[in-house]
């Protein structure tokens, strides 16, 4: 199981990778506009086009604070795809600390904490 989410998560990084190489999408989108709610609000469709066929990204800010970003989806499966492999990374992590270490049972945590 632990090769197949592997392979599953390297295989989606290297087709958005792959993706991103031939529309230029990375090159494109190395940098990113700033636009105030209520422009944004004005111009919401301009700015969907450009994220999503142009590769630019869109900063939406709130008296001047950066508050949310607009991003493409193949940004967005990236960023999903990372956090994946993290994810995994950290629960091996904790499951081999297990084996190390072995399990508290609940009855014992309450005990310890007096409940």
């Given at each position: 199981m632990?090769y197949f989410?592997d392979s599953f998560?390297?295989?989606?990084?290297y087709?958005w990778?792959?993706k991103?190489?031939?529309?230029?999408?990375l090159?494109?989108?190395?940098?990113?506009?700033e636009?105030?709610?209520?422009n944004a609000?004005s111009?919401l469709?301009?700015?969907?086009?450009?994220v999503?066929?142009?590769?630019?990204r869109a900063i939406?800010?709130?008296?001047?604070k950066?508050?949310?970003a607009?991003?493409?989806?193949?940004?967005?499966?990236?960023l999903?795809?990372?956090?994946e492999k993290?994810?995994?990374?950290?629960?091996?992590?904790?499951?081999?600390d297990?084996?190390?270490n072995?399990?508290?049972?609940?009855e014992s945590i309450?005990r310890?904490l007096d409940l």
């Open positions: 632990k989410i998560v390297e295989y989606n990084l087709n990778y792959n991103s190489i031939e529309g230029n999408i090159s494109k989108s190395s940098f990113s506009e636009f105030s709610f209520s609000r111009h469709a301009e700015i969907a086009n450009e999503a066929y142009a590769g630019k939406l800010t709130r008296k001047g950066k508050l949310v607009i991003v493409s989806i193949e940004d967005l499966e990236a999903e795809a990372i956090e993290i994810d995994l990374e950290d629960a091996r992590k904790a499951l081999a297990v084996k190390k072995g399990t508290v049972s609940w309450k310890k």
